[in-house]
């Protein structure tokens, strides 16, 4: 569902069936039943607010926004929902922390796997806050949803949920018994790299390395996507997978 025209008093919605969603009706066995809506701010660009303050950023985003119009992609659709919470002095939301092996650098966010060496990585995601000792108990995420791009990277040993038509993979992880010391909810994932042929990184190898590709894991379930409307920057997961070659490989590279 989106906005045709909200230049006026009168707000036209034009609202359409997902792909999915057709697939639903077209079984016509009672399969198919709208009992929940969702809302999203994908348009809505926060910097607006750091660069111009509350009042007048406020102003320039009701006025200046494009609003888009309805998707019937669903991988496309509301990529970033908006959440209720009860707690009307929430003044500060969750982000995530990476930690992990040998492969996985923290302060950058940076997972670097091999083609036939290194080629698992073991990785730490757990919720934190800044400037708070505790997080809110609605804010603690009981389940993770990781999308993986899955042409390059999979969870071991795990089956994924499913897989769009943009080859993105989508899993659905518990959380961690134990919490850390602000109460947030921790993840503990091992990253698989497949089976990839020269020609994979022929076609999707860096433009200044062919011998590495760059691509993004996307974590999360409230805190991720609380984090990016906060203007935290949601948590994205780069690795590189380096195709080992006797002229550009050394251990030291990886």
């Known amino acids: 569902m989106g906005f045709l025209d909200n230049t006026s008093n009168n707000i036209t919605l034009d609202c359409v069936l997902t792909d999915l969603g057709r697939q639903f009706l077209a079984r016509n ?19 607006i607010i750091t660069k111009y303050g509350r009042t007048v950023g406020k102003e320039k985003i009701e006025k200046n926004t494009c609003v888009f119009e309805a998707l019937t992609n669903q991988a496309h659709a509301q990529k970033y929902r908006l959440l209720s919470v009860s707690n009307p002095n929430l003044v500060r939301l969750p982000i995530f922390a990476l930690s992990g092996d040998a492969n996985v650098d923290g302060t950058n966010s940076t997972v670097t796997l091999g083609k036939t060496i290194q080629k698992t990585a073991t990785l730490t995601i757990e919720q934190i806050i800044q400037n708070e000792t505790q997080i809110d108990v609605e804010l603690r995420d009981q389940t993770f949803i990781v999308e993986l791009p899955n042409l390059f990277v999979q969870l071991y040993r795990d089956t994924p949920e499913g897989i769009d038509a943009q080859q993105r993979a ?8 134990s919490e850390n010391s602000y109460g947030g909810s921790i993840m503990q994932i091992t990253l698989s790299v497949k089976s990839l042929t020269d020609a994979t990184f022929s076609v999707y190898g860096s433009t200044v390395n062919k011998n590495k590709i760059n691509t993004y894991i996307v974590t999360g379930q409230t805190a991720a996507s609380i984090a990016t409307h906060s203007e935290h920057t949601q948590w994205h997961q780069q690795y590189s997978q380096r195709r080992e070659t006797d002229a550009n490989y050394t251990t030291s590279h990886l």
């Open 29 to 47: 066995d009672g399969s198919f039943s709208i009992h929940k809506f969702a809302l999203a701010d994908d348009e809505v660009n926060y910097g």
């Open 170 to 177: 989508t899993y659905i992880v518990t959380r961690s018994a």
